[in-house]
């Protein structure tokens, strides 16, 4: 029978036929959320260079383990010094840091017009008159870009771990730290969920992807410039501030202060995460020498307050900003 209305109801509010489960009404918008993605040679390029620090690290140890063997009588090969300087977990910790940049642009891809563009299409109003409601839509946005960012940081982490655990077992990978396989999936865990829920709160603000996505990198870069300068006091100091003649009370204070002002930004608040996670300063790349002192890891406690309330607060925000709206 012909609608009386001048605009047809393409809306589900007269389909009177069987319905299917609703528990996973938000896995149609996350599948359908990373399959978008998927189709971008770009997010395939930039997660190949994501893991570029554990495929050279695999190279040298490769090369070592093959040719620095060969020792003088009574003397330790160059072998066994350079295995004795690595900590694994630090490797990791490098290999996480060196991905930063990298994991920007793969959730740019992703999630920077995750909502925005739904804003600009007005597509909202679709959504959300059909039986899916804001939680489904929130939740299955956050989680078409939640998977596929811990994915890529997962899976050249765990490729190294088996790498490491299967030809440097009887060299003390075990032995150094027994519990690093569920601390790497854990370090994991909460880089995607920050760089998710990020994401997920400056696209809701935006109608168009790109603005969202340029905000949202402003962002990043403007904050991690300010941490490289504390990381350029922290070198010139030399992990303090030797030549300050305040008393050891001063010096301590703005120790603390440039440390903790070091993980002031996205990319910081992740290393620092990472550092409190895996309970490591860090050391030096490729396991080399060198005189600087690290920048001490923050409290586990007071980092994971961070990442999370900023997590709760871009979702919070994402949930205000979802609403349908009526196009006149």
């Known amino acids: 029978m012909p609608t009386s209305s001048p605009i047809a109801d393409l809306t589900y509010r007269t389909y009177d036929g069987p319905l299917a489960d609703t528990k996973y009404r938000w896995w149609v918008i996350a599948k359908y959320t990373m399959l978008t993605s998927l189709r ?3 997010l395939w390029v930039a997660t190949a260079f ?3 620090y554990y495929l050279a690290m695999i190279f040298v140890l490769y090369f070592i383990d093959q040719f620095g063997k ?3 009588p009574g003397q ?3 072998f066994e010094t350079y295995i004795s300087r690595i900590v694994w977990k630090d490797q990791f910790l490098i290999g996480f840091s060196y991905g930063q940049i990298m994991f920007l642009i793969i959730g740019l891809i992703i999630g920077a017009g995750a909502i925005a563009n739904d804003n600009r299409a007005n597509a909202l109003l679709v ?3 059909k039986p899916c409601t804001k939680l489904d839509y929130l939740m299955g946005k956050w989680m078409g870009v939640f998977i596929p960012l811990l994915t890529v940081m997962l899976i050249p982490a765990l490729f190294f771990f088996a790498y490491g655990a299967l030809t440097f077992r009887d060299q003390g990978f075990f032995y ?3 519990w690093v396989f569920f601390k790497l999936i854990l370090m994991c865990l909460l880089g995607a969920t920050l760089h998710s829920s990020l994401l997920i709160g400056f696209s809701s603000m935006f109608k168009q992807g790109r603005i969202a996505g340029a905000t949202y990198a402003g962002l990043y870069f403007l904050s991690n410039f300010f941490t490289q300068m504390m990381a350029i006091t922290w070198m010139m100091g030399q992990g303090g501030f030797r030549r300050h003649n305040g008393g050891a009370g001063v010096e301590h204070f703005q120790n603390t202060l440039v440390s903790n002002l070091y993980y002031a930004s996205v990319d910081g608040i992740n290393i620092g995460m990472a550092k409190a996670v895996l309970r490591t300063d860090g050391s030096p790349q490729f396991g080399s020498p060198s005189p ?3 920048v001490p890891a923050p409290s586990l406690f007071g980092i994971l307050l961070i990442v999370f309330g900023l997590s709760a607060l871009s979702l919070f925000i994402a949930w205000t900003r979802i609403r349908a709206v009526e196009i006149v």
Do not use: E, H, T, V
């Open 40 to 42: 971008k040679k770009s």
């Open 50 to 52: 994501s893991a570029w």
């Open 70 to 72: 060969n020792r003088a």
């Open 76 to 78: 330790p090969s160059f």
């Open 127 to 129: 959504y959300l008159s």
């Open 176 to 178: 150094q730290d027994r």
């Open 292 to 294: 600087i002192q690290m």
